[in-house]
């Protein structure tokens, strides 16, 4: 989208603003005495004192409106220069300013500071996330053309048994579930990223869809499930169907849930018993499209998508423990009043 432009018309510069309240300021006092002077049945040439202190007057204007002019419009060029610099050189531009001058100017410049860089954080992710699907994507269409091209090729002269042709549909048919799975995920991460309404979900009616969706696992409430969580139920939806199934693919058969709210927060524990997460992959769980079980058909975005849903609604999601006898995950949202 392009850019609104600011309305071209001509504006005053803040220094020419500065130097003009003072120096109609500074009138004031002269404009009093020649008024005084008029006035006066006597009137003479102004004492050299009078004109000695106006002329001082003169100066300190002067010196007060090139303080403050230095004060508010170097930095303020400064920033300006840096928004330049920051949109031609990105990340490497972001650093702080040499002076501020003022307070209100030091929390702007933070301010701007850190919305570029979340903004330049954001266009990393969006390049890398674009070149993880592009990979995601290549490689099913790739496996897609090759069978095709396999069937198409097959003539009486060099006939394919029927057990290779069932073998190259049933790889077709894999690398098709594939693509819808990876384009489900992405339809998740979209509403993810998109600004949702406002909504309440119950945690008791959580079990009760898992319970349904998920007939492998035994979803067990560990009490609180009338807590109420921040949270739409489409979203806690997927939310919750997304832990789940990363349990089911690891070997459990129960999944836990467990609340606890207080003043602040609620803070939900969703347990299971599976096999656990491997020490090594740990700290990676949560990245974009890594996966242990790729070649069964993990697309790796399932606890990204979570994460990105969750921090949405200003909730948060962080693995606990993990071990041989199962994964605890925590989930914090803010306290529904």
């Known amino acids: 989208m392009r850019s609104p432009l600011v309305k071209p018309k001509w504006r005053p510069p803040l220094y020419l603003i500065v130097y003009a309240v003072l120096l109609t300021v ?18 003479g040439a102004m004492a050299p004192a009078e004109i000695a202190t106006l002329a001082v007057v003169l100066v300190l204007t002067l010196v007060v409106a090139y303080v403050l002019t230095r004060t508010l419009t170097v930095p303020i060029n400064a920033l300006i220069a840096r928004t330049e610099e920051i ?29 570029a860089g979340k903004l330049v954080d954001h266009s990393d992710h969006v390049r890398s996330f674009a070149a993880h699907v592009s990979h995601e994507l290549k490689s099913p269409l790739t496996s897609i053309k090759g069978a095709a091209e396999l069937l198409r090729d097959d003539d009486d002269d060099n006939p394919m048994s029927q ?33 949702s309404e406002p909504g309440l979900t119950n945690i008791e009616d959580i079990v ?25 139920s489409e979203v806690a939806g997927i939310i919750f169907a997304n832990l789940a199934e990363n349990a089911s693919q690891n070997g459990a058969t129960i999944l836990g849930i467990k609340s606890a709210p207080d003043e602040r927060k609620l803070t939900i524990e969703i347990r299971d018993n599976g096999s656990g997460i491997a020490e090594g992959n740990r700290e990676r769980i949560f990245e974009p499209f890594f996966s242990t079980r790729r070649e069964e058909g993990g697309t790796g975005m399932g606890l990204g998508i979570v994460r990105a ?20 995950f925590q989930i914090i949202l803010p306290h529904v009043s």
């Open 208 to 232: 009760a869809q898992l319970a349904r969706n998920f007939r492998q696992l035994a979803v067990i409430d560990d009490g609180s499930t009338k807590s109420a969580i921040a949270l739409p």
């Open 163 to 195: 057990t290779q042709r069932n073998h190259f549909l049933a790889n077709i048919i894999a690398d098709t579930d594939r693509l819808d799975t990876l384009l489900s995920r992405l339809r998740d991460l979209a509403k993810a990223e998109l600004p």
């Open 26 to 43: 500074m009138t004031l006092p002269v404009l009093t005495v020649i008024w005084f002077r008029a006035v006066r049945a006597a009137s």
């Open 87 to 115: 949109a031609r050189g990105g990340r490497a531009a972001i650093r702080p300013l040499d002076n501020y001058g003022t307070r209100e100017v030091a929390t702007l410049s933070q301010s701007f500071l850190d919305l």
């Open 309 to 328: 849903m969750l921090a949405s609604h200003g909730g948060s999601i962080e693995l606990l423990e993990s071990g041989d006898d199962g994964t605890t």
